[in-house]
């Protein structure tokens, strides 16, 4: 049984981003996720524990997220859970592990831009010709890549409304 989780938070580490000699791209980062409570008495809504998170990425997801996401920034990721127990003789602990099946910026906290990328196996496919276009195939060529960025700057302290 698979169990999938869908998180939001931190990016709280620089992404590392590894290459193995089998050409597996691997890109990993620490997640912070802060949950948050409305206080009634001080009528404003407060940090209370935070949730640690290692994420990990394979593939074109890894050389994505390496080429997009930097510390500090609003994520979110879905992706498949492993809770983990460790034991070093002195300590022991639980890492909660989750392998990324998407991630994205958490657009309630600011605005991005997306690039689309091809992998190295993909060509770009051809946009059709007005006569072998039918109704219902779009005039806009397939090829043509959309520019976008992340903008800190746009980024609001906005805080969610309580939900009773």
């Not at 090829?143 to 976008?148: D, G, L, T």
Request: net charge negative; proline share 5%; with cysteine.
């Amino acid at each position: 049984m698979t169990d999938t989780i869908t998180l939001t938070g931190l990016v709280g580490t620089e992404p590392k981003h590894i290459v193995t000699s089998e050409g597996l791209a691997i890109t990993s980062f620490r997640l912070a996720s802060t949950q948050r409570r409305y206080d009634k008495n001080e009528g404003k809504w407060v940090d209370a524990d935070t949730n640690w998170y290692s994420v990990t990425c394979f593939r074109q997801l890894a050389i994505n997220a390496s080429g997009s996401l930097k510390k500090g920034e609003r994520v979110i990721v879905t992706g498949r859970v492993k809770i983990r127990s460790w034991d070093t003789g002195e300590r022991s602990g639980m890492n909660v592990d989750v392998e990324a099946e998407a991630i994205g910026h958490d657009l309630l906290w600011g605005t991005t831009t997306f690039t689309r990328s091809m992998s190295n196996s993909a060509t770009p496919r051809e946009a059709p010709t007005s006569e072998a276009r039918t109704s219902d195939t779009p005039a806009t060529s397939a090829s043509a890549p959309q520019q976008h960025s992340f903008e800190p700057d746009l980024v609001q302290s906005v805080e969610p409304e309580p939900a009773f």
